[in-house]
């Protein structure tokens, strides 16, 4: 496998200088193989949010460099980073990001529209993707008229059409239950199995199958590795992965 995100040593700091200043990031590396499921977890202020941004393109570190398929984002303009983010990056946010003046249809269609592929070409993959993430039935709904559950199966629908080579997930499955996260997360497998995907999430059901684990606390990396290694090693993580454990089987 080869390296298709570098991130070397950024920072990142808010406000300006004379100020009152904030360090979200504090020198943070580390790669990812090419299609590499990676998850970065912390509590909230660890940065996990800030480096969501940064490898987003929606951001750009104080100092530091990132490197996506060897190219160095750091050094873009506004209107390049939106061309790379277009063509390069997937992302399925939190908050799904759905038109709610489109159709379900029309959300899912939107990336492919805005490059101006043909519906006769578009319409057949949004069709196959919707049945098999079972939400074919309310393709001509919108989004005002569907469940949260519903709506994220949409965005990552989106996600999947415009086949990216790396997929960025922001906490993606926090608004569904437990079994719609799991056929979501074997659907992303089964579907996208050499896609690169990157997972932030407080969740540690969210990120448990991930092939590494990045720890964050405090703008840094506390610790990589997988969720048994992580289990033995590391106290911040085996406190909330147990924490949550209980929480979850009172429910």
């Known amino acids: 496998m080869s390296e298709v995100v570098q991130v070397q040593n950024i920072t ?3 406000g300006e200088k004379g100020e009152k200043q904030y360090q979200a990031l504090k020198g943070v ?25 940064i490898l987003s393109t929606l951001d750009q570190p104080t100092t530091g460099n990132v490197y996506i398929n060897g190219r160095d984002i750091t ?4 209107n390049q980073m939106a061309d790379f983010r277009g063509q390069e990056i997937g992302f399925i946010f939190q908050d799904f990001n759905l038109l709610e003046n489109l159709t379900n249809r029309e959300n899912i269609a939107l990336p492919l529209s805005l490059q101006n592929v043909k519906s006769s070409q578009i319409n057949p993959k949004v069709d196959k993707i919707a049945k098999r993430l079972g ?25 999947l059409l415009k086949n990216p080579e790396i997929l960025i997930l922001d906490d ?18 089964k579907d996208m199995p050499h896609t690169t995907k990157i997972i932030i999430s407080q969740r540690v059901v969210s ?16 610790s990589i590795g997988t969720h048994e290694e992580l289990m033995k090693t590391n106290e911040l993580y085996r406190s909330i992965a147990k924490f949550q454990e209980e929480n979850n089987a009172g429910k």
Do not use: C, W
């Open 207 to 222: 990120i448990k199958d991930a092939d590494r684990i990045i720890v964050m606390d405090h703008g840094k990396i506390q």
């Open 135 to 159: 939400i074919d039935h309310i393709l001509n709904k919108y989004p005002a008229e569907i469940s949260g559950g519903q709506k994220q199966r949409f965005t990552i629908a989106r996600a």
């Open 12 to 14: 990142k700091t808010y």
């Open 172 to 189: 993606s499955t926090s608004a569904v239950d437990t079994t719609t996260e799991r056929e979501i997360r074997e659907s992303l497998a």
């Open 75 to 78: 050094g873009l303009n506004k």
């Open 29 to 53: 590396s580390f790669d990812v193989e090419r299609g590499e499921f990676v998850g970065i977890m912390g509590a909230s202020g660890s940065g996990k949010t800030t480096l969501l941004n």
